[in-house]
């Protein structure tokens, strides 16, 4: 039931170790310059918000790595509020979204998730 001509092809992207490039370093290499922080800030901003991190999570750990916004609005909220908060969530570079049809569809991006752990990683100290 998808329309194809809306359909994008994304990027295949290399395995989590290989040459993800996080917003920011780990938090413990060195202070983030103010760039970096604006970015940091952002994500950590968009996921302070419970119904953000709820479907955040939702859209995350959906089969397949997407999720119709259909299948994810039961979070005790509005649809207007939920596509409100999936919005920041866009806007914050944590999200994509695809429209097939009458359906948007989200996605995390492996590399975003990859990002964001390397952010909160502790680097080892050089003895």
Same mark, same amino acid.
């Given at each position: ?8 092809? !994304?990027?295949? %992207?290399?395995?989590?170790? &290989? ?27 968009? %996921? ?8 955040? *999570? ?8 997407? @999720?119709?916004?259909?299948?994810? *609005?039961?979070?005790?909220?509005? &649809?207007?509020?939920?596509? $409100? $908060?999936? /919005? /920041?969530? /866009?806007? @914050?570079?944590? %999200?994509? *979204? ?14 975003? !998730?990859? @990002?964001?752990? /390397? ?9």
């Amino acid at each position: 039931m998808s329309n194809r001509s809306n359909t994008k092809v !994304l990027p295949l %992207l290399e395995p989590a170790d &290989q040459g993800v490039a996080p917003c920011c370093p780990p938090l413990t290499e060195r202070p983030f310059t103010a760039e970096e922080a604006e970015t940091a800030a952002r994500m950590f901003k968009a %996921l302070g918000d419970p119904v953000r991190l709820r479907l955040f *999570s939702l859209v995350a750990s959906h089969e397949g790595g997407e @999720a119709c916004v259909c299948d994810i *609005s039961d979070v005790g909220v509005s &649809q207007p509020t939920v596509s $409100h $908060h999936l /919005k /920041k969530l /866009k806007e @914050a570079g944590l %999200l994509t *979204s695809e429209r097939r049809g009458t359906w948007v569809y989200y996605r995390v991006e492996p590399s975003v !998730l990859a @990002a964001m752990g /390397k952010l909160l990683t502790i680097t080892p100290i050089a003895a």
